[in-house]
């Protein structure tokens, strides 16, 4: 097994996820240099360059490969458009092509916002049409796998969040950070999406790993609005719901666009007897194992 940005949120739930299934993981990283995490071979790759790609499947000759690595930071893409294009869409197409012939299965991990967020709820066959660069580069990337390779799995999730040596803070963690100490979130009460945490979607991925199908797939939580998952943690972390307060996104000032409804239906996953926890569930597992990291 092949995981890039195995020290992001999703990557370092799923190498580990792996390594206890008893699978020979390499694992890639970049900014941050992993810590000790026994049976994983860490990897230093930089897809800023997409000429990494080649040489990283063709030194490993990897049975499969889960793409998580990527440049999420929506503002950033917008800003650093030419980054944006090499890591989410150029060194997404070379590694690609270099695992055709040389790799058994690819599950290239994508993004509610490949959508424009104008009827929510979206499934796997519901035409894309990003807002932002971000979801466009997104976009080009599952093209492109779909394009080069026969037995791919494009999976999108929404809203992920987590804890990881190298993902970045976020909405929910800051959340949790902030309620915690029991300061003020705002959070917006007119932008929904599906929330996903880490772990769970990583359960859900080794389990697709076992039966491998093809296409498109949605793994997702619940469609909530921002608003509504903070007041949820705040009830979990047994703290004032009064904390959260409610604000617009149309009043925010974003460098990028933001779809209003990017929300994903995840019943196709579920009737494979794949997908995540309620939300609830979910937000006390996060709030539990990610309180340090939210500090």
């Known amino acids: 097994m092949l995981v890039t940005g195995g020290t992001g949120l999703l990557g370092w739930s799923l190498v580990n996820r792996l390594v206890e299934r008893g ?58 458009k030419l980054l944006a294009l090499n890591v989410n869409y150029v060194s997404t197409r070379e590694l690609a092509t270099a695992c055709r012939g040389v790799c058994k299965y690819f599950v290239y991990i994508s993004t509610d916002y490949v959508f424009d967020g104008e009827k929510g709820l979206y499934r796997e066959g519901d035409p894309p049409n990003p807002l932002n660069y971000y979801g466009l580069t997104k976009l080009m990337g599952e093209i492109a796998v779909a394009a080069n390779l026969e037995y791919y799995l494009v999976l999108r999730t929404s809203g992920l969040y987590g804890c990881s040596p190298g993902g970045k803070r976020g909405f929910a963690l800051d959340a949790l950070g902030k309620l915690s100490r029991g300061q003020v979130v705002e959070a917006f009460v007119d932008q929904f999406l599906s929330p996903t945490y880490a772990p769970d979607l990583a359960d859900a991925i080794t389990r697709l790993l076992e039966g491998r199908p093809r296409g498109f797939l949605h793994v997702a939580g619940e469609r909530v609005s921002r608003y509504e998952f903070a007041v949820e943690l705040a009830r979990v972390l047994g703290v004032s719901e009064d904390l959260v307060k409610p604000t617009s996104i149309a009043s925010a000032v974003l460098r990028a666009r933001r779809p209003r409804d990017s929300s994903l239906d995840s019943s196709l996953a579920r009737s494979m007897g794949v997908g995540v926890r309620p939300l609830r569930e979910a937000l006390r597992a996060f709030a539990g194992e990610c309180v340090d990291y939210a500090r």
């Open 23 to 80: 699978f020979e993981v390499y694992a890639t990283y970049h900014a941050t240099r992993p810590p000790v995490a026994e049976g994983v071979k860490w990897v230093w790759v930089d897809f800023d360059d997409p000429h990494e790609a080649r040489p990283l499947v063709e030194s490993l000759r990897p049975e499969v490969v889960v793409h998580a690595a990527a440049y999420t930071d929506v503002d950033g893409c917008e800003a650093n």
